[in-house]
């Protein structure tokens, strides 16, 4: 199981850092490629025009960011009369996109998918081999394979074995809650520091040692001790990472938990709706966060966040 490591420098594990897995530096920028090809027509040829039926708030999706015809995975975490859909992606960020912008989660194998390793990078193409969860193996087109997490991927428009609408949920449902078998998310205290960081499971070894797929595409060989179910809900304290460079944390309380989507109340006195991409938990509900938190701003809107709405 160990060759199921990324090798080379486009799906690497990150840096392993000292308040845990490294992200992304700029995680929450725009979701469109840096060279601008983000158009419906770099996208393939559109769909046939079908009726867009609204989806129920908690509902998992993959959106057209910003109509660009580049579809993102995320959930519903609002809907108003007038169809638009306030979605909340897996990298934290979120944006109102109507019925018509939204898919079913209904990507699986062999599904042609756009990777990238960090949100200023560029995408490569390739297919989906197996998905646990919010982990998906990949087989690049140059050959190379391996594991990642659903904020690094990307479909297009068009994209063959991709989800369309009216597409049904997948057959096979999740693994019980408070479960840490394979396909799992699992929360880990990370190098026995007292934060743990979600992850999903993806092999158990014979000596009990879990193989986990971190939300930021980072993978290791875990001692069972260590991971805990993800059992994060209202009332608990979380740690959200606002910013990479320096890092920033500001503590708060679940207020909401829909899918990955959490609606926190900060400690500040303001309000964030983001993904547990961004968040650590502390074992320790009394272990501070690192010194300079920002303020109560909505996350959505912190600097390097993306700027939609």
Known sequence: MRGLIFTLPLLAAGCVGSSGPELPPNVGASHESPTGGGGESSAGPREPARPAEPMTVGTPVWASFRDTG??????????RDDGQHRVVYADGGSEWVSARSLRPDALGADARVHVRSRYDGDFSEGQVGRRLGQAL???????DEGWTALPHVRFAAGDPDTPSLGDAPPASPPPDAGSTAVGSTVLVN???QGLRFAGVVTAVREDGRKHVVYLDGETEWVDPVLVAPDDLDEGDVVHIRRRW???EWVRGHVRRRLGHAFQVELDDGGMAWTSLFRLRAPEDDDAPT???EPDGEDHAEAPGARDAG
Not at 70 to 79: L, T
Not at 137 to 143: C, E, S
């Open 137 to 143: 193996y990949v087989r690049l087109a140059n050959g």
């Open 70 to 79: 580049f579809y993102f995975q995320g959930v519903v975490v609002e809907r």
């Open 190 to 192: 990370y190098q026995h």
């Open 245 to 247: 460079d320096p890092p």
């Open 290 to 292: 690192e010194p300079g």
